[in-house]
């Protein structure tokens, strides 16, 4: 069985170590390293006030993270109505997966943002089967459009 709890200061070392971890599975996806100048950031990111709309969850069996969402609160003047929350990343350990870990760090995330007054959350899917198949799959869940990055 695995826990859910917010992501928090105190659990930097055991994100730093599930980063290592990821890498080790994945070597081909994900290209960074979470080195000294990661923790550091992470670290000052609890204190910057940039972040005050940040949720983040971890998936944790035996005290170690399998799993990881992060997104933000977003609110935008063009539907003083509307305020949504973006979706920035969910991963799993390989290991993990298949074990409803993505499902039920999606569903902690749902409730907070819901908590919080976010009618909508947005997701970028990555183009990768496993990605589109698991969005399809997703509960009140719906495919639109195409997500669009700019350098600013």
């Known amino acids: 069985m695995f826990e859910i709890k917010k992501l928090e200061k105190e659990d930097i070392p055991k994100v730093?170590?599930?980063?290592?971890?990821?890498?080790k599975q994945e070597?081909?996806?994900?290209?960074?390293?979470?080195?000294?100048?990661?923790?550091?950031?992470?670290?000052?990111?609890?204190d910057d006030p940039r972040f005050n709309t940040a949720l983040s969850f971890l998936a944790l069996r035996d005290n170690k993270v399998i799993g990881r969402i992060d997104a933000s609160l977003i609110s935008s003047r063009s539907?003083?109505?509307?305020?949504?929350?973006?979706?920035?990343?969910?991963?799993?350990l390989?290991?993990?997966?298949?074990?409803?870990?993505?499902?039920?760090?999606?569903?902690?995330?749902?409730?907070?943002?819901?908590?919080?007054?976010?009618?909508?959350?947005?997701?970028?899917?990555?183009?990768?089967?496993?990605?589109?198949?698991f969005y399809q799959h997703v509960e009140g869940a719906s495919m639109h459009d195409t997500g669009v990055w700019m350098d600013v």
């Open 79 to 92: 539907d003083a109505a509307c305020f949504s929350a973006y979706l920035d990343w969910i991963c799993v």
């Open 16 to 23: 730093i170590a599930f980063e290592r971890e990821l890498r």
């Open 94 to 133: 390989k290991s993990e997966r298949h074990g409803q870990v993505a499902q039920a760090l999606l569903r902690e995330l749902r409730a907070a943002c819901k908590e919080r007054g976010a009618g909508v959350l947005i997701a970028l899917a990555a183009n990768n089967e496993e990605a589109q198949r």
């Open 27 to 46: 070597p081909d996806t994900y290209y960074w390293e979470p080195d000294e100048t990661y923790r550091k950031q992470l670290e000052l990111s609890f």
